[in-house]
């Protein structure tokens, strides 16, 4: 198999990654020969896949992480720097999608999707930013979705408020940032994963695994979009990439 000079043995940190995009992704950059640290709530299914990723002949150490706590996100990257010494990757793809119309008064859920979708990416840019600053390069790659670019009613406003919040605060780090260091937003449609299983609302549960079902393309076509604008030389930065199943409208 070929190996990208773009990507070969850079440390790439993966939030999200028990499943679905996350899952993906480090399958597919572990192929390409980067050095993996695998985050999410979940240790036994980064376990398994830390197993299944060195049997093929990858590097990769497993933390245990719930984005939404500051503490454990620094961790991680503290974990990171003691095990690779450098953070050459920092991909936040860590997210829930409880949907339900406003007028159900989903408090909780609204305040677990801000948690997660928002505080995750911030706490994300606040562990890696200051060792992506000393070396002088970086690279940030925030998980949005088509619903931060038009507004996903009448039940995803509050997820689509929180992915227009990650767009912003992208955009806003990309102009912020130190010398060498890169941010690229990448906004997916419909894309197989456990996100669409994120919704207590019965109407909306089922609604979304319809949409799903009719439109939904591999979580492997996010993976290739990620690894895209890694391997990108140096001096260029792929600032946002779009990618729907081509059957989705929205």
């Known amino acids: 198999m070929s190996v990208s000079n773009g990507i070969q043995g850079k440390v790439v940190v993966i939030t999200g990654a028990s499943s679905g995009l996350g899952e993906a992704t480090a399958r597919h950059l572990a192929a390409r020969g980067a050095r993996l640290v695998l985050a999410a709530r979940r240790a036994d299914r980064l376990a398994a896949l830390q197993a299944e990723l060195a ?34 990757v920092w991909v936040n793809n860590a997210g829930i999608m409880p949907l339900a119309p406003l007028a159900q008064r989903k408090v909780d859920e609204w305040s677990r999707m801000i948690d997660v979708n928002v505080k995750g990416v911030l706490h994300g840019i606040a562990a890696a930013l200051p060792a992506m600053t000393a070396q002088k390069s970086g690279h940030f790659i925030n998980i949005a979705s088509v619903a931060g670019l038009k507004l996903f009613t009448p039940i995803g406003t509050v997820y689509s408020a929180t992915k227009f919040a990650v767009r912003a605060l992208s955009e806003g780090l990309r102009a912020e940032a130190p010398e060498g260091v890169r941010t690229t937003i990448v906004s997916p449609g419909a894309v197989e994963s456990e996100l669409k299983l994120g919704s207590s609302d019965p109407g909306s549960a089922e609604g979304v695994k319809a949409f799903y079902e009719a439109n939904q ?34």
């Open 55 to 88: 049997a093929g002949g990858a590097e990769a150490l497993v933390v245990a992480t719930d984005v939404a706590d500051a503490a454990q996100v620094q961790a991680l990257a503290d974990q990171t720097l003691a095990r690779f010494g450098r953070i050459d």
């Open 217 to 250: 393309i591999p979580a492997d076509s996010v993976a290739r979009a990620i690894a895209y604008a890694i391997e990108q030389p140096a001096d260029v930065d792929i600032n946002e990439i779009v990618l729907r199943p081509t059957v989705q409208d929205f």
